[in-house]
């Protein structure tokens, strides 16, 4: 067993650890916190596939712009362990029961697939200057629709959010 | 690494992050496991791009550099997206002095 495989186990557990504790942690403001971890925990996923662009943009617009916008909606809240709404125990039991058996499902269609390998920290597609090329040739127009998106999302954020 | 590994991990995320929504009533927490949700697409998504890199790198030696874009492109809907719903959870909180989604109920009437 390589560096790389000990590596992505170690990560893998991280990441689903800390998944587990976003959603059973009382306290929201943990919960942000626990995410963060999880996405750093992605990224470092990202860096052993060799997708350097993709782990930046994942540090830089999850863990940076999204999750503190998130804690700053929550500060604004002031929400705590107290206030925070709960649903009953059946309605918890039935969920992760729902949750599970789809887990068993998806596990038992997808156990007998082909097995092909992936390769780690080889391989240079995920390199800027790869990914720059083919995203300012094939994929101009969409990039350019992305912006307007991003203009009515920022139109609509204002419109919704202004105070009457 | 094997592939299926990656399918699994990725499974699993988007398991808890299906959990989360399901038995969470908290809007925000709700929207970090849709946050969750999305990140596990994108992780299987890096995964499968690599495998496909794997096998074709001799015929195209950008083989597999489409679905990294298709990921950059997920996460700009995602920060789209966090915005937009931030502002309605803020709204709902000014009328109603909770985040708790059954308040929502309310749009029946």
Known sequence: ?164 | MNIQYYIFLSLALFIIGIVGVLTRRNAIIVFMCIELMLNAVNLMLVAFSKMHHLANAAKDINAGSEAQLFVFFIMVVAAAEVSVGLAIIVMLYRNTHSVDVSFLNRLKH
Do not use: C
């Not at chain 1, 560096?3 to 992505?8: D, K, M, P, R």
């Not at chain 1, 916008?69 to 929550?74: A, D, K, R, S």
């Not at chain 1, 929400?79 to 925070?84: A, G, V, Y």
């Not at chain 1, 920022?154 to 009457?164: D, L, N, S």
């Open chain 1, 1 to 164: 067993m390589g560096i790389t495989q000990i590596l992505f186990w170690i990560l893998a557990v991280v990441t689903l650890f800390s998944a587990i504790m976003v959603i059973t942690s009382k306290n929201p403001v943990y919960s942000v916190l626990w995410l963060i971890i999880s996405f750093f925990t992605i990224s470092g996923h990202y860096i052993l596939l060799n997708a350097q662009f993709l782990a930046v943009v994942n540090i830089i617009v999850y863990a940076g712009a999204i999750m503190v916008l998130f804690l700053f909606v929550l500060m604004l809240m002031n929400l705590t362990k107290d206030t925070e709404p709960q649903k009953s125990k059946w309605l918890k039991l039935a969920g992760a029961l729902a949750g599970g058996s789809l887990l068993l499902v998806l596990v038992a269609a997808l156990r007998g697939t082909e097995q092909q390998m992936t390769e780690l920290n080889t391989g240079n597609i995920g390199l800027i200057q790869n990914l720059g090329k083919v995203l300012f040739t094939d994929y101009l127009v969409p990039f350019e629709i992305s912006s307007i998106l991003f203009l009515s999302a920022m139109v609509g954020a204002v419109v919704i959010g202004k105070r009457e």
